[in-house]
């Protein structure tokens, strides 16, 4: 029966309702709780090896639902605990997960996309093209995966792994509910981010829809013809059209803060000229920025040094915002969050 849902891609509702629907069956709840538990909570592979679970009642949720997973290719474990995963899909493409542990929380650093087809210049995911959007269930099972693997609660979801989330809205949206389910991996709604380079009809939909999920921006760069060059987005999607979409997300969320992401790129981003851009375009946003130096994915692109990126960042401070450096490539040989795909390049994944 290929025609089953994955039951990590629904939620607990809908796992519920159809067992309902298969004759009204009094225990209908509770048969529901125990596998959408022991699937998305307790990580389980099949309905089988979930402890106390009756053959027949096993068989029940077999009929209604499939619990097929990733599979995983490799794990680099960290001297913190963090980790990177590397999954294989059905059809063979590979996407990559990793965990991360700040101040005894976990966070899981998720995929939407198998590649990306928005080719940024500074991304090892962008170098791979589009192979395909992933399916909601493929998105949970990441974490569902992870969260069992290094045996911890995950509290923090952040979609900033390969792929453009906002060219997957639907199975991105899906995703996100679905890990705020109860009883299964029950993650607020208010610590799932999404990270988008811009796709600003997107974005309004997003704002129009009351998505939940905290977005956040990729800046890239605030002169306008650099960004063009780093992120080819932007030839669909200008400049200014960019910035009105943050500023109407800013409003939309009571004013609170947005966050924008910003790639230190030695002898590109960091000059002069790139703080009076930041000063003159985002004046009058409440913003706090997120500076990543640049982790080298083998171009003519180059790292900062830690005393150019100290440099840069404090002269940032200048502007009168938060700025916050993620130091992703230091902390670990792996690297963090948002730079996924370069090991594939180098184990000689065949670009479409
Ligand atoms: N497609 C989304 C989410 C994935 S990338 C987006 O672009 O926002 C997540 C973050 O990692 C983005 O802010 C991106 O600018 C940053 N990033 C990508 N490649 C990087 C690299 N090589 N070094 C540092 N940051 C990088
Ligand atoms: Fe895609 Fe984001 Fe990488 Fe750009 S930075 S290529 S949008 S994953």
Known sequence: MTDRPNIKGLTFAEVEARIRALGGEKAGATLGARVYKGILQDGFRTFGEIPGMAKERAAIADALFSTTSLEVLSVRRSWDRSAKYAFKLADGNVIESVLLHHHGLWTVCVSSQAGCPLACRFCATGMLGLKRNLEAWEIVDQVVFVARDAGVRVSDIVFM??????????????????????????ISKKRIVVSTSGVVPAIHRWIDAGRPWKLVFSLGSAVPEKRLKLMPIQERFGFDAFLDAVKRYESHRGGKHVTLEYVAIRNLTMGDDDIEAMRTHLRGFNLILNVIPLNPVGNELEAPSMEEARAFTAKLRGLGFPVKVRYSGGKDQFAGCGQLGRSLLEAGTPPK
Request: proline content about 8%.
């Open 161 to 186: 792994g390969m792929g453009e989330p906002l060219l997957n809205e639907e199975a991105v949206a899906r995703a996100a509910e679905v890990m705020t389910s109860t009883p299964g991996l029950q």
